[in-house]
């Protein structure tokens, strides 16, 4: 179980990497675009460019800002509840999570494959979807295995809870 945690970490490290890149690679890309165009001489296809950046964005984000913990929730309710009520609403609502992005994981790979058999292109630049469908459904299923893997902490934490 270590070397499969392990592994995970490294993949979330690699996209979250990935995700630095591509943001920093926007916003350059927006403001030489920006410039460009005030001189008449905008960059072909930025508005594209600008789109995939986004997806593999938010593709390489999805894990690590989980794993932080840095989406938003709200927990008012929730934590006048007791810990275990906590530990078993957290195990339910990750399970709902882990169901959800498991079936939306596996449809991105199947849109891929489509997408890959039909050769579509961005209208454009004429550069292949396959490849930005492939890369956010490659950081989904680190996603999806992510949200596993915390199911599994919560599971540990309520045992813990319960031998006390």
């Given at each position: 179980?270590?070397?499969?945690?392990?592994?995970?970490?490294?993949?979330?490290?690699?996209?979250?990497?990935?995700?630095?890149?591509?943001?920093?690679?926007?916003?350059?890309?927006?403001?030489?675009?920006?410039?460009?165009?005030?001189?008449?001489?905008?960059?072909?296809?930025?508005?594209?460019?600008?789109?995939?950046?986004?997806?593999?964005?938010?593709?390489?984000?999805?894990?690590?800002t989980y794993k932080m913990d840095g989406h938003v929730g709200v927990e008012i309710l929730v934590r006048l509840l007791s810990e275990k009520t906590q530990a078993w609403i957290d195990i339910l609502t990750r399970s709902l999570t882990l169901v959800l992005f498991a079936l939306i994981t596996w449809q991105m790979f199947l849109y891929g494959e489509d997408i890959y058999k039909t050769g579509e292109v961005s209208m454009n630049l004429e550069f292949p979807i396959y490849y930005i469908v492939y890369l956010l459904a490659f950081g989904l299923l680190i996603f999806t295995v992510t949200i596993l893997e915390t199911i599994f902490h919560d599971i540990k934490k309520l045992r813990e809870l319960h031998t006390k």
């Open positions: 179980m270590r070397v499969i945690i392990q592994a995970l970490n490294k993949f979330t490290d690699v996209l979250k990497l990935i995700g630095a890149i591509a943001l920093t690679a926007m916003m350059m890309l927006t403001v030489v675009d920006v410039i460009g165009r005030y001189f008449k001489s905008p960059i072909f296809g930025s508005v594209e460019l600008v789109g995939f950046l986004a997806t593999i964005v938010v593709a390489a984000a999805l894990p690590y």
